[in-house]
């Protein structure tokens, strides 16, 4: 999931449709014997979720569910395949968020359903409630009936108002990191893989689509069903409904959205095909089938989810020049790291977001050259040495230590996307490709469909590279990247001759206020303004980024990426004519990434802080929980450290009649 990164990455926080070709269904050859299941090499515990994946699995869930737009809500049933690993347990727990449970049912020998005793606990903020089953005779299958709140943490409700269309509601999931529980009860940690089939009744005005096998020829009917034959973890199970249509880019990939955004959608990823065949180039065949990409609105609170076989995608990278289209190269990298290799808990989420982002770096370079490459890397690089300056030490380390992460949405983006990348390239750069492909491809055959820990990866990487490679990186090295704060010193650098231009050009402009010549701005592209931007002292004279903005049309910029930078400069520079537009970037945008730099920079003063408030309370009615959360979050800090805030909020002093 990209939450916290840049474009193409810039994609570089906390992500598939239809039945695929034939050659992509068959598995890729194993590099070595299959890995022992994690539960037999150690014991696991994950502290998000109340499931006891060492008394009984869930191997298959079957989902009957019924989208109601009028109460928000969804219902129905969830009915489990389960493999009781404990002989003598006696109980299946399940993890829930603000769910109705109606009854619990066991399958007997017979096929018949009976009833079972089951009893919900008190809600805990964060982990939610354990719904706990009797099931003294352990029975094959378990059936819940249940239904949604209509404040459920993993979906969002939005109004035809709030589409693109204008006529039509849309439901969309987020289930990462611990947010199925409050759509479906499972067992709700990555440590669990199942199978997956939904039969989903909606209204008939609306298409409804899963992270399984949609059929881009679907009738919209009203009455769906899919099913997901490789095992996910519940991270990935994914639903959305809403006025939806299908084009395609190749043969096996297109996308959905809303017939508005569709064209603009398909234009602006139709490399897709191409960054498949790039990445499969480097580790084996792409193995999920088809890779479609679902374009959701503005509202969704991350840059994409890597929902195996429907990617969810935010709109916010289509900007009409593919410059931040490594978004769509970062969720399909997943594919292969996150999906195929999963953390086993979230303790160790590097292991999913590092070698992702590793992996985009890799595919983007092979489609737009190094160059882009390593400016995607320096601009991520730089955002994680400024998070470091104040980031608790604790949450830098790539393998975090039991008790460290009370919420799994609170995880430092920069250290399990960027410090993660960091530490494959730095084993790149040592062994050198001709070495390090082979194992990270190895790496994937061998843990294909298992969820893992970073000591399991350990052991791996001691064995097939560090070993059989001797005298080229130790094991104190690589413990030092995995266990401990920080940047290893020896950690290698990266340039690049584009930026060089960039930090000339805005040095130059400090020291002259002479704008840089328009031979050389007119080729940069949003990797190169953004770094332009962020080279800049925290804040500025007001006539200094008026003399900006009247050049570069910062203000009201439709890019989020250099939004995100210029409206907190603007506002800690005083530069109060970017406010209107910025409180419209506010109510417009929901992605996490692209607000909560700008909140932040409001609530620094009472009047910001007051705007700030002004402007969520515009924007809450379309804000998905998850956001909302964050940015309540904000505010609420800033209100108890501020002695009193202005009873309005200030604003330009007359803004030009539209």
Known sequence: MRQLLLSVSIAAA??????GCQRNQNPAPAAAAPAAPAAAAEKIVDEHSYAQPDQVRTTDLALDLAIDFDSRTIGGTATYALDWVDKSATQLVLDTRDLAIDKAEGQTADGKWEPLKFALSDKDKVLGSALTIETPNRPAKVRVTYATSPEASGLQWLAPSMTEGKQTPFMFSQSQQIHARSWVPLQDTPQIRFTYSAHVKSPADVMVLMSADNDPK???DGDYSFKMPQKIPSYLLAIAAGDLVFKPIGERSGVWAEPAMVDKAVAEFDDTEKMIDAAEGLYGPYRWGRYDLLVLPPSFPYGGMENPRLTFATPTVIVGDKSLVSL???ELAHSWSGNLVTF??????WLNEGTTTYVQSRITEALYGRDMAAMEEVIDRDELKGEFKTLDPKLQRLSLKP???ADPDDQSSATVYTKGA???????????????????????????????????????????LIDKHPNVVTMEE???????????GNAPQVESGKFSTVNAARIAWQGSAKLPDKSITGAWGTQEWVHFLEGMPASLKPEQLQQLDEAYHFTGTPNGEIAMRWYPLAERSGYAAAREEMGKFLERVGRRKLILPVYKALVATPDGLAFAEQAFAKAKPATHPITAGSVEAIIAEAKAKAPAAPTA??????????
């Open 14 to 19: 906390l992500g598939l449709v239809a039945t």
């Open 649 to 658: 909020p200030a604003a330009p002093a007359e803004p030009p009649a539209k």
């Open 422 to 464: 960091w530490f494959l390239q730095f084993l790149e750069k040592r062994f050198g490709r001709a070495v390090f492909d082979p194992w990270l491809k190895g790496y994937f055959d061998h843990f294909a469909f298992q969820s893992i820990t970073t000591s399991q990866f350990r052991d791996y990487l001691k064995a097939n």
């Open 478 to 488: 690589v413990d030092q990247w995995l266990y401990e704060p920080g940047i290893p």
């Open 328 to 330: 769509i190269a970062h």
């Open 218 to 220: 679907a009738a919209r």
């Open 403 to 405: 008790g460290t992460l």
């Open 344 to 349: 086993a808990t979230d303790k160790d989420s």
